[in-house]
């Protein structure tokens, strides 16, 4: 869309100027003169006033009135300015014209400026199909950024109405949690207040705090624990018999039997908690012909 839009502003440009004429005529049809508006103090920043400050001065030598003259002026860098003009009477016989610029600066002037920034067809001298050229450019461009900026909110509007109906969703969620975990109430409490009371009174019910924080499901942790379970010792299946293996929200318990030692140092070394959670200290028994493993895992805190 972007540049679909920079193609139709240069297009609209294009249209109006490249079916004009730019002229360049001798330096010798011009009037010439360097400025030097320091002595009389710095110029104003209005364009305007700026440039009727430097006609002023670039009167002082010509021939003829500033009014007869239509003239530009270009800053040199160094606080001057080169001024060029042109009778305004010749000036009408090219306002069919784009521009009409010098083909080239005088000799006597001591400076470099490139002159084909002197147009002189500017301003109240500006040709009218370049004027149209330009408003219908700026039009254009007016256009393009009200086509873009309507397309935008739109676009925001429609990502707007996507989170609230998102967030709403989330809100029903969370009702319907609420209305079947807690009992049936004639309070006034938020449910989330209400929720808060419930667990206080559990916890004064059974003398110790309530855990609130979310575990995995007993299938998952179960999986990933079996997936770490010791398969081998020194390249030949390990010998494990499991009597017991218990899996809760707050704990795993594991009760194995092993045939010696090195075989329940290769099950203690190689059986890692799944993620989320923590082993104990093993315990290690032997009893007749076996080594008892008990080891116990906890989740992280």
């Not at 002159?115 to 370049?130: D, I, K, Q």
């Not at 996507?162 to 006034?188: G, M, Q």
């Not at 979310?214 to 770490?228: E, F, M, Q, V, Y």
């Not at 104990?280 to 116990?296: A, C, F």
Request: charged content about 20%; glycine content about 6%.
């Amino acid at each position: 869309m972007i540049a679909q839009m920079k193609t139709g502003i240069m297009a609209a440009l294009s249209t109006g100027l490249h079916t004009t004429t730019r002229i360049t005529l001798a330096p010798t049809m011009f009037y010439w003169q360097v400025l030097d508006p320091t002595p009389t103090g710095p110029l104003p920043r209005s364009i305007t006033a700026r440039e009727r400050r430097l006609g002023f001065l670039f009167e002082t030598v010509l021939p003829v009135p500033i009014e007869d003259i239509h003239a530009v002026y270009r800053p040199l860098g160094d606080g001057r300015w080169l001024a060029c003009g042109m009778d305004r009477d010749a000036l009408q016989d090219y306002r069919d014209a784009s521009t009409l610029t010098p083909v080239s600066l005088p000799a006597f002037l001591e400076c470099t400026t490139d002159p084909a920034s002197l147009n002189l067809l500017v301003g109240e001298m500006e040709p009218a199909p370049v004027r149209a050229a330009r408003r219908r450019t700026t039009l254009t461009a007016c256009v393009m950024i009200v086509l873009c900026a309507g397309l935008l909110f739109v676009g925001l509007s429609r990502r707007a109405a996507a989170h609230e109906k998102r967030a709403a969703s989330f809100a029903a969620a969370e009702s319907a949690i609420y209305a079947e975990v807690l009992p049936p109430s004639t309070s006034t409490l938020p449910p989330a207040a209400r929720m808060t009371a419930e667990l206080r009174g559990l916890e004064r019910t059974r003398g110790q705090p309530i855990d609130t924080k979310l575990r995995p499901d007993a299938p998952r942790t179960l999986a990933a624990l079996l997936g770490s379970w010791p398969g081998q010792r020194d390249g030949e299946p390990l010998h494990v018999l499991t009597e017991s293996l218990s899996v809760s929200p707050t704990s795993i318990s594991i009760l194995a039997r092993l045939p010696d030692e090195a075989s329940a140092e290769v099950f203690e070394q190689e059986l890692h908690p799944p993620p989320g959670w923590r082993g104990t200290q093993p315990s290690v028994q032997r009893e007749r012909d076996t080594i008892t493993v008990r080891v116990r895992m906890e989740p992280e805190p």
